[in-house]
């Protein structure tokens, strides 16, 4: 018997999981999430109808899955070309080429073209987990920015803004108006970021909660 880590599934079972999100990945991107249909995914990925609902109980689960499956890839692409060029001096540029690419690649905005309700639904529920992302990722030039001027950036914020803008980018892109340098802009965005100090938020809130009460 194939033994295996607790809490990690079977090389078997992920190999169905991958094999039928990635076939609905191919569909979605050919013929959009509207048309997509149970038997259709079963037929295109060989897979019998009880083994994908052992998996998948749901359609909006198996869409949900193809979600995971782009975020999962970004996350491992993401950490491969952090691990390539890991300077903190160039991580801004780092992680502005590598959304920039990602954005280019059409696929996030295939998903919203096919499904916009059910992405914005997704968009939503992992906005926190995204920014955390970012945040990470952007520490160790933060850390080297605050070096060399002497001044804080309220990282948290930065990072939800910058996930806010890139969800931007990518539902622009997605209505047809996209923009002509994303990646600069994006570039230009994270070392506008680092402008936004701690207190700027402690000013936006009203006098009682400034003072706790």
């Known amino acids: 018997m194939q033994k295996h880590k607790k809490g990690r599934r079977p090389a078997r079972v992920e190999a169905t999981i991958d094999r039928i999100t990635g076939t609905t990945l191919n569909l979605m991107l050919k013929q959009g999430a509207d048309s997509l249909s149970i038997s259709e995914i079963c037929r295109e990925a060989a897979v019998a109808r009880p083994t994908l609902y052992r998996h998948f109980p749901t359609l909006d689960a198996v869409l949900e899955g193809v979600f995971l499956r782009i975020k999962?890839?970004?996350?491992?692409?993401?950490?491969?070309?952090?691990?390539?060029?890991?300077?903190?001096?160039?991580?801004?540029?780092?992680?502005?080429?590598?959304?920039?690419?990602?954005?280019?690649?059409?696929?996030?905005?295939?998903?919203?073209?096919?499904?916009?309700?059910?992405?914005?639904?997704?968009?939503?529920?992992?906005?926190?987990?995204?920014?955390?992302?970012?945040?990470e990722i952007l520490d160790p030039y933060w850390d080297l920015f605050e070096g060399v001027t002497g001044s804080r950036v309220d990282r948290e914020e930065?990072?939800?803004?910058?996930?806010?803008?890139?969800?931007?980018?990518?539902?622009?892109?997605?209505?047809?108006?996209?923009?002509?340098?994303?990646?600069?802009?994006?570039?230009?965005?994270?070392?506008?970021?680092?402008?936004?100090?701690?207190?700027?938020?402690?000013?936006?809130?009203?006098?009682?909660?400034?003072?706790g009460k």
């Open 72 to 135: 999962a890839e970004f996350d491992r692409g993401l950490a491969e070309a952090i691990g390539n060029d890991p300077d903190p001096a160039r991580r801004a540029r780092i992680l502005a080429d590598y959304l920039d690419a990602h954005l280019r690649s059409g696929r996030t905005q295939q998903l919203f073209i096919s499904n916009p309700q059910f992405s914005i639904a997704l968009i939503g529920r992992f906005f926190d987990n995204r920014a955390a992302l970012y945040r």
């Open 158 to 211: 930065a990072a939800r803004l910058l996930n806010h803008y890139y969800v931007s980018l990518n539902i622009q892109t997605a209505v047809g108006s996209p923009s002509k340098d994303p990646g600069g802009n994006l570039l230009r965005f994270i070392r506008m970021l680092g402008t936004l100090s701690p207190t700027d938020r402690e000013c936006d809130k009203p006098p009682q909660a400034r003072e």
